[in-house]
């Protein structure tokens, strides 16, 4: 089992810059490939994206390319979503999500976080 937790959501203006935080307990925590996801009010949630168990591969959604930077400090245990030049259409409850390395491709993560809302104002 693997606890995830995150942090670090809130209010912004369009433009800002926010740092979600997601801290994992349990079992071995490098040895999981990690995500994050948003939900939209009234929409499905979807992949922001991931890193790879290393650290060594980040890959994104589209609309996020070049505005947010995922890392990870294993030695920490915890993965990082740095999100800059916020926009109101980033407005979502955050969550991040782990599992094993074949998550690249299937997306199939298996232990989930509560989720943290951010919400961008214009």
């Known amino acids: 089992q693997v606890q995830l937790v995150e942090s670090g959501g809130g209010l912004v203006q369009a433009g800002d810059s926010l740092r979600l935080s997601c801290a994992a307990s349990?079992?071995?925590?490098?040895?999981?490939?990690m995500g994050w996801f948003r939900q939209a009010p009234g929409k499905e949630r979807v992949f922001v994206g991931g890193?790879?168990?290393?650290?060594?591969?980040?890959y994104y959604e589209d609309s996020v390319k070049g505005r947010f930077t995922i890392s990870r400090d294993n030695a920490k245990n915890t993965v990082y979503l740095q999100m800059n030049s916020l926009k109101p259409e980033d407005t979502a409850v955050y969550y991040c999500?782990?599992?094993?390395?074949?998550?690249?491709?299937?997306?199939?993560?298996?232990?989930w976080g509560q989720g943290t809302q951010v919400t961008v104002s214009t």
């Open positions: 999500a782990a599992g094993p390395p074949s998550v690249v491709v299937d997306r199939r993560y298996v232990y």
């Open positions: 349990g079992r071995a925590f490098s040895g999981y490939a």
């Open positions: 890193i790879s168990w290393s650290g060594g591969s980040t």
